[in-house]
């Protein structure tokens, strides 16, 4: 080893007089945050969302807010990014009837408050809030078929919901042998939202289409079809009374000719804002017309991911 003075001064770093960090050998720092919000700004300002699918029209307006830090460091050469970043964005959308006009419109706002390097293989924390939405549910006139007499609307409120939130199950749901080759579901929901609420949800054609994005056509009448997820199930009114109880006819498409199970919805209120669900789904077919044994499963999935779920999801019912 050199003594101190003594080494090669080919392979000794010094400090230039004019300051000038060759190579990038000594450390630097380049504040990347302004680029950053040029960046989210190019990416989500005027995004379409939906274009649309179920009759839903939804667009990010701009970025409303970006804070945090970004940077480049340098250090022998070698690039080292970082990054932790609160974004916040706002977004509006309308719903439309089958001849384009607007029957509602929502505006809101998006809000991740955690975008960092050290979690860049997961997906962001999203928080969405609707403006105008009554504690747990919808506004009154939300959604509504033009040809309803429109409610009047409560006070504006926000309701904050996240892009994963966890259904909220009171009662394990239970499979019911009744009868030789067919079953009977039982399921136990519980929602933050006025039971008619979730009632008119529920037999609201365009809000069938707005949750599920498929289409839908559901008759408000006793003994009125139903047609749902695309034409797959099929059925008709039996029972309605209107915030307390569904009972439907329903068919699935892959079912053997001639088979009809039976849905009942009953809506309980124990408090305002607070609703339960208990469903029975009865005379359920453990195959179907060709021979596979996965009906009750598939049918139980279903009403838990595709319409509970997504329910809480959308609506902002989650608890």
């Known amino acids: 080893m050199a003594k101190f003075g003594e080494g090669d001064k080919r392979w000794i770093v010094e400090d230039r007089p004019d300051g000038t960090n ?5 450390w630097a720092e380049t504040n990347c945050l302004e680029w950053s919000r040029n960046f989210f700004n190019n990416q989500f300002s005027d995004a379409v969302i939906l274009s649309g699918e179920g009759n839903l029209f939804i667009k990010i307006k701009k970025v409303e807010k970006l804070e945090g ?13 970082g990054y932790e970043l609160s974004v916040s964005l706002s977004w509006e959308g309308e719903a439309k009837d089958s001849e384009g006009k607007t029957i509602s419109k929502a505006e809101g706002s998006v809000d991740m408050p955690y975008i960092s390097d050290e ?4 997906d962001p924390e999203v928080r969405v809030f609707v403006e105008a939405m009554a504690r747990g549910g919808p506004c009154r006139d939300e959604l509504e078929n033009k040809k309803v007499a429109p409610k009047s609307a409560p006070a504006a409120a926000t309701v904050e919901k996240t892009s994963t939130l966890p259904a909220v199950v009171v009662k394990e749901k239970k499979k019911v042998k009744t009868k030789e080759g067919f079953k009977t579901i039982t399921m136990t929901e519980k929602f933050s939202c006025r039971a008619k609420d979730l009632y008119e949800i529920l037999m609201d054609e365009n809000r069938w289409k707005g949750f599920t994005q498929s289409n839908a056509k559901i008759s408000k009448d006793v003994n009125g079809p139903i047609s749902v997820f695309d034409g797959s199930v099929t059925g008709m009114n039996v029972e309605l009374e209107e915030g307390k109880l569904i009972v439907q006819k329903w068919r699935f498409g892959s079912w053997p000719d001639g088979l009809d199970s039976t849905v009942k919805i009953a ?12 469903l029975t789904h009865t005379d359920v077919p453990e195959e179907d017309r060709y021979g596979n044994a996965t009906v009750v499963e598939n049918t139980e999935r279903g009403w838990r991911d595709l319409i509970f779920h997504r329910i809480r999801a959308v609506f902002g019912f989650g608890m």
């Open 22 to 26: 060759v190579h990038n050998w000594h």
């Open 69 to 81: 830090e970004a940077y480049v460091n340098v250090r022998k050469g070698k690039i080292i990014p």
């Open 119 to 122: 979690n860049a293989d997961e």
């Open 267 to 278: 809506f309980e209120e124990p408090e305002p804002g607070v609703t339960i669900v208990n």
